[in-house]
C-alpha cells in the first residue's frame, strides 16, 4: 500500500484555490467540499490527507513533519524561517509587504521610529539594512490602527488590494517585498516521500505553466 502524503493547507480562500490545483494535479479528495467543520480529510484511493490549519501555523505542521508538504505564504517564511524546503512558487496569493504611514509622514531619521508589524523580523531586517534605528511595536492584526492613533509613526504590513489603507487613510512609503503562496517540504519527507512529492509538484509546475 502507498504511504499516504500530508498536505497541510491554509484555511480559507487562498487554502480553498490551492487545494484545486492539488485536485487538477490528481490529488483530489472530494469530501473536502462537504460543507462542515471537519478539518481533516483523506482519499486513501489517492493516498492523500489533508488539513486546514491556521494560515500561521501550516509551517509548523510541514517543519515538525505532521505535514509531509503544505501551502503557505513566502511573508511567513520570512518572517518565521521554518526549517523546511520551499518547493514551488503557486503564484497564487499574490500580495506585497510594504512600509505605510499617513500620508503627511516624514521620516526626518532622527530617534527611534516606531513600528508597528504582525512581522517583526522582516520589519527588523528592512530597517536594519536601511541603519535605521526602529522600536518594534508587536501587534497581532489590525495593525492599520497604529500611525491613525498615534501608537506607531508606520507599519510595516501586508497590502493586497490597497483598500485597508485607503479607507483609514494611510500611503504605501516603500515596498518591501512580493508575497506570493509557496509549496514547503518536510525534508525528511522530501527524502523518503519524494517520488510522490515530486509528482505533485511536477503537476502543480505544469498547471502555473500555462497560466
Ligand atoms: C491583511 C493585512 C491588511 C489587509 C490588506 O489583513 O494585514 O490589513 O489584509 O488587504 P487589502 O490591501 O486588500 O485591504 P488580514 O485580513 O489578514 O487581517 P489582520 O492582519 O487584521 O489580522
Given at each position: 500500500?502507498?504511504k499516504m ?9 487562498l487554502g ?6 492539488f485536485e487538477?494535479a490528481g490529488f483530489?479528495?472530494?469530501?473536502i467540499?462537504e460543507?462542515?467543520r471537519k478539518?481533516?480529510?483523506e482519499n486513501?484511493e489517492?493516498?492523500?490527507?489533508y488539513f486546514?490549519?491556521?494560515p500561521?501555523?501550516v ?5 515538525r513533519?505532521?505535514?509531509?508538504i503544505?501551502?503557505?505564504g513566502?511573508d511567513i ?10 518547493l514551488?512558487?503557486?503564484k497564487?496569493?499574490k500580495?506585497?509587504m510594504?512600509?505605510?504611514a499617513?500620508?503627511?509622514f ?5 530617534g527611534t521610529?516606531?513600528v508597528a ?7 527588523n531586517s528592512?530597517?536594519?539594512?536601511k541603519g535605521?534605528d526602529i ?7 489590525s495593525i492599520?490602527?497604529?500611525?491613525v492613533?498615534d501608537?506607531s509613526?508606520?507599519i510595516?504590513?501586508?497590502?493586497e488590494?490597497g483598500?485597508?489603507?485607503k479607507?483609514?487613510?494611510l ?6 517585498v512580493?508575497?506570493?503562496a509557496r ?14 512529492i515530486e ?7 505544469k ?5
Open positions: 500500500m502507498k502524503l500530508n498536505i497541510a493547507l491554509p484555511k480559507g480562500r480553498e484555490k490551492a487545494y484545486s490545483m487538477k483530489e479528495c472530494p469530501s467540499k460543507n462542515n478539518l481533516i480529510f486513501e489517492c493516498a492523500v490527507r486546514w490549519a491556521k500561521s501555523d509551517a509548523i505542521y510541514v517543519e513533519g505532521a505535514a509531509d503544505g501551502v503557505t513566502k517564511l520570512l518572517e518565521y524561517e521554518p526549517d523546511v524546503y520551499e514551488l512558487d503557486l497564487i496569493g500580495c506585497k510594504a512600509v505605510a499617513k500620508a503627511d516624514r521620516d526626518k531619521r532622527i521610529l516606531r508589524t504582525k512581522f517583526s523580523n522582516i520589519a528592512y530597517y536594519s539594512a535605521r522600536d518594534i511595536i508587536h501587534l497581532n492584526g492599520e490602527i497604529a500611525p492613533i501608537l509613526d508606520v510595516v504590513d501586508i497590502v488590494t483598500t485597508t489603507l479607507e483609514n487613510n500611503v504605501v512609503f516603500d515596498d518591501v512580493d508575497i506570493s509549496v514547503i517540504a518536510n525534508k525528511s519527507s522530501f527524502k523518503f516521500k519524494n517520488k510522490q509528482k505533485v509538484i511536477a503537476s502543480l509546475s498547471q502555473i505553466e500555462e497560466l
